[in-house]
């Protein structure tokens, strides 16, 4: 089956540890997004990559780094930098052609102590 | 500055219609799309329009007017499970997706 998969579905993390978020797809789609979700919040951008090798800034990023060595593969680090990591992050991949419509992981909620 | 108007919650009765409002202002557009939340669950796609008009999917309707910068999501024969949250994204000139906040959906039998 071709999707989006996220794990773990639930993390719990110590305050000043890192912590990497993993998000891998099989639909061959080369735009792949992360995104936090807040509570009464829209989604908000912390990173998106176009391409293999290379990937851009969203409106949040500080805290935060990711990778894209591979094309079904973008891991998140939430690093000891980011203050209010406790958050539901969501990654995405976009499709492109008419209608580029960006699909969903299950998502991750990170919870930190 | 981008912004994406909705409301916060609704309230509807299970059989009946709701109609579910989306305005946006943000630099240049290249399409609308929305999407269903579940609680605890990450959002899946429901409808996408870049023309004016009427997008009908089944139960569930979009509607668009760029000049107005408006949008709605009309839902019909609500069912319970569609109990659930609507967010409305605009795709910008960049190509990135504006989002609001989300309409929560209350179906009361």
């Known amino acids: 089956d071709g999707g989006i998969t996220q794990s773990p579905k639930y993390l719990f993390r110590k305050e000043g540890q890192n912590v990497t978020l993993s998000c891998e797809q099989n639909?061959?789609?080369?735009?792949m997004y992360w995104y936090r979700q807040d509570p009464g919040q829209g989604l908000r951008l912390i990173y998106y990559?176009?391409?293999?090798?290379?990937?851009q800034k969203g409106d949040i990023a500080e805290g935060y780094s990711v990778s894209r060595e591979k094309k079904e593969s973008f891991p998140l680090t939430v690093t000891s930098a980011q203050k209010n990591p406790t958050a539901f992050y969501l990654c995405?991949?976009?499709?492109?052609?008419?209608?580029?419509?960006?699909?969903f992981g299950p998502g991750t909620r990170l919870t930190v102590l | 500055g981008q912004n994406i108007d909705q409301p916060t919650e609704m309230t509807a009765t299970e059989g009946a219609i709701v109609q579910i409002n989306c305005t946006y202002q943000?630099?240049?557009?290249?399409?609308l799309f929305w999407y269903q939340q579940h609680a605890g669950e990450a959002p899946t796609f429901l409808s996408y329009?870049?023309l004016d008009g009427l997008e009908e999917k089944g139960r569930f309707s979009s509607f668009l007017s760029r000049s107005k910068g408006y949008s709605y999501l009309l839902l019909k024969e609500l069912q319970m499970k569609d109990s659930a949250s609507y967010l409305c994204?605009?795709?910008?000139?960049?190509?990135?997706?504006?989002w609001g906040a989300g309409t929560k959906l209350i179906i009361k039998p």
């Open positions: 995405a991949s976009r499709s492109g052609g008419e209608s580029d419509t960006q699909y």
């Open positions: 994204a605009v795709m910008d000139s960049n190509y990135q997706l504006i």
């Open positions: 639909l061959n789609h080369d735009a």
């Open positions: 990559s176009q391409i293999v090798n290379d990937f």
């Open positions: 943000t630099s240049g557009f290249n399409g």
């Open positions: 329009n870049v």
